[in-house]
T-cell receptor, first 112, second 116 residues
């Protein structure tokens, strides 16, 4: 069945460091891929998405490219800020069933 | 748009009591999802609806849980009787999908349930 695997956290970085959070997926069809962010005490917010192979999603300095050949959708940011501290979830959408499959989440801590 | 609205935001109850969580999806969205989030189990899909009809309730933990969607703008998740292990944050999400082709899910702020 469909599934998402993302790197375990927590990830601790200093401000202005480069961020990579790895995400790989297994899917039988051609899913859409998403990154969501969850700040403490809040719901999940869409960060970026990509709907087909080689698409790049971007938002607020974050980027991720849909790589079909490696079944990956790694999240990157060139220079993190303290305000980026949150939990990040990778997810795929099974378009046939209209269901999401979420990774386990990666907690990011950014120190000043 | 106001986004997905959930109420209450916090609920504290005693074991054995009935709990009802409420959700108003984004207007025009065809799909509605109920999730539960705990530290131990992460984010779990409980049930989802398409055009008010339950499509998959395989994630509902047991018969104590029930969900309804009487119309396109309202859904409830009920737990009766509640148990301490039901303590979690419950999220509602909606998705336009349908003719728009947009399968993004939009989440509400969640209801934090504590069962004593």
């Amino acid at each position: 069945g469909d599934s998402v695997t993302q790197m375990e956290g927590p990830v601790t970085l200093s401000e202005e460091a480069f961020l990579t959070i790895n995400c790989t997926y297994t899917a039988t069809g051609y899913p859409s891929l998403f990154w969501y962010v969850q700040y403490p005490g809040e719901g999940l917010q869409l960060l970026l998405k990509a709907t087909k192979a080689d698409d790049k999603g971007s938002n607020k300095g974050f980027e991720a490219t849909y790589r079909k050949e490696t079944t990956s959708f790694h999240l990157e940011k060139g220079s993190v800020q303290v305000s980026d501290s949150a939990v990040y979830f990778c997810a795929l959408s099974d378009k046939g069933l209209n269901k999401f499959y979420f990774g386990s989440g990666t907690k990011l801590n950014v120190k000043p | 748009d106001a986004g997905v609205i959930q109420s209450p935001r916090h609920e504290v109850t005693e074991m054995g009591q009935e709990v009802t969580l409420r959700c108003k999806p984004i207007s025009g969205h065809d799909y509605l999802f109920w999730y539960r989030q705990t530290m131990m189990r992460g984010l779990e899909l409980l049930i989802y609806f398409n055009n008010n009809v339950p499509i998959d309730d395989s994630g509902m933990p047991e018969d104590r849980f029930s969900a309804k969607m009487p119309n396109a703008s309202f859904s409830t998740l009920k737990i009766q009787p509640s148990e301490p292990r039901d303590s979690a944050v419950y999220f509602c999400a909606s998705s336009p999908t349908g003719t728009s082709g947009d399968d993004t899910q939009y989440f509400g702020p969640g209801t934090r349930l504590t069962v004593l």
